[in-house]
């Protein structure tokens, strides 16, 4: 009996500690409530402040022109935001304190980590650091607004990167024919340009920040890596015209421009149209009248100037794998007339339109070499060896009186099935645009005839080429088909391009003043004529004649009375200017002034 009553002495004493203990807890949490009060009337006082900062820092923002940095105010508006909620947690902690009389609510409570500050709170550092910081940063937003607004575009920069290939093309180099055991050092070099990439955003070429390799080998499989460096900026390398301004015309002329005007003299406007296409016979077809001078050859300019003013027509036949011309042709004995052939009989060596035997007549021959087609010249990697190439072609062309060659074509073979990718280069627009160059620069090497790189641009299939439409992208159309065109251009000044028969995200290309003029001529320095591909104005849905003098395609080809109509009509109502008439008409008047210099010295 005595043990039990000892027993229960010593719990009711452990049960009178254990309330003892509890009361002093209760006074410790009422201490604690009263401190939290405080912290949170202090919170709510600094996020007043901060409010009148972040009123006040807005207002100087729009003030000193750096209005429309409408992320910089959502981030300080995120940081308010942030200062109320820590206010509501604080005063939940506060409401949660007056039922801190049972152990398990007091540890639901420390489970949270807002809670777990609250020792640190008891040791007075978390409320001052927090009003610390949130004042220096507050104080020192309005001085570093701008570094935070590079900050922030540099962040968008990063998230907004664009996807590149694993490898790109940028340099080759073909060495001679190496002996057993004999080393040859081959020099590479790399324009900074290759390296670059569009943005449509900035409309510029530019080179991403980051490590950039150097790979190299005997093909893409097979590469070892000798070099890298870092990029530690984004650097813009060339700006560009956004295209979607392209097509307004701003009616400045460059002084070169104006020269080619001047070309044109006291001529009429009107007696100049005819040099906007090409000749036209009596009766001819829709493909228009060719070989007229030299029998299959692909087309001329007009006849009409010769006489009252002098000027030559200029004598085209078509490529790409060597000259096509008439095999062979007669003579009318007596009157010395050309039996010639449209068109069709200038194709496949005849066999479209055989030819007729005449009486009287005598037979001449025109035999060119048949060269091996693009696709195969591109696979020797050998810039000389199409500069070669190219040689070879203007002495026919010399032999034959032709004065430009259609060619070389350097589209890019998109897909396997295009009919003509026997005539292109490669898959790649920086092979396609070296071996474009090599082959112009061999061909306008002495300057008595010229090359006429062809189908700008987009000509990347044979069915429906005249009818299709090619959507695509800016970066994708400069980076991927447009490189090869403006590699040629800079590199070997071709005298003439040949414009697609397609549309161009919804425009013809013979009427696109962004190809013709803004790209070839403002951005890329071309200083040569721009014609069309034979006939792209037939159609009923096809390119419109005036439109193509207007957007900067010189020449119409082959030529029809529909060209001539159209164009007429379109100056007399002032839809088409005298300027326009003139300038695409100085071009080509340059380009016949240019070749018959070379020819006679």
Known sequence: VRAEAMIRCIGIEDLRARIQAAEDDKRNLAEKQEQCKKKVQELSASREEAQQK?????????ASD?????????????????????TRQWQKILQGMKNWEEDDVITDYISNPVLNMIAELNQGRVSEELCQNLHLKIESAKQNIEDEVEDYSDQRREIGKQ??????????????????GE????????????????????SAWYLEAGTYGIWIGADSQKL???????????????HTCRLEAAESDAGKLSAAEEQKVHLTGKIPAEELIPLLYGHVEQNSSTLGAAGIRVPGSAGETTHALEQPYGIRSLIMA??????????????????????????????????????????????YYQFCTAFPVG??????????????????VSHEMKEFHIDLWLAPGMNIQRNPLCGRNFEYYSEDPFLSGKMAAAVVRGVQEEGTCGAVIKHFACNNQEDNRM???????????????LRGFEIAVKESAPVAIMTSYNRVNGVHAANSRALCTVIAREEWGFDGVLMSDWSTTAPEDGSIPWKCIEAGNDLIMPGSEKDDADIRQAYADGRLSEKKIRLCAGRIISLINKLDKKTKK
Request: with cysteine; hydrophobic share 35%.
């Open 54 to 62: 972040l009123i006040q820092v807005s207002a100087d923002l729009k």
């Open 66 to 86: 750096l209005g429309g940095k409408q992320q910089q105010y959502e981030e300080l508006d995120e940081r308010s935001r942030m200062l109320a909620d820590n």
């Open 163 to 180: 996807l590149k290939e694993k490898k790109r093309l940028v340099g080759f180099a073909k060495t001679k024919c190496l002996l057993p």
């Open 183 to 202: 080393i040859q050092q081959l020099e590479i070099k790399i324009p900074k340009n290759m390296l670059a990439s569009f943005s449509e955003e900035q």
């Open 224 to 238: 070892e890596q000798a070099w890298e460096f870092d990029m530690y900026e984004r650097t813009i390398t060339e």
């Open 318 to 363: 078509d490529g790409p794998a060597g000259i096509r011309l008439h095999q062979s042709y007669e003579v009318d004995t007596d009157s010395g007339k050309v039996y010639g052939k449209s068109v069709l009989g200038a194709l496949e060596n005849g066999y479209l339109e055989p030819m007729q035997k005449h009486e009287n007549a005598k037979t």
């Open 375 to 392: 696709t195969a010249m591109a696979q020797t990697w050998n810039e000389e060896l199409l500069q070669s190439f190219g040689r070879a």
């Open 467 to 481: 009818g299709v439409d090619v959507h695509i992208s800016e970066r994708a159309l400069r980076e991927i088909y």
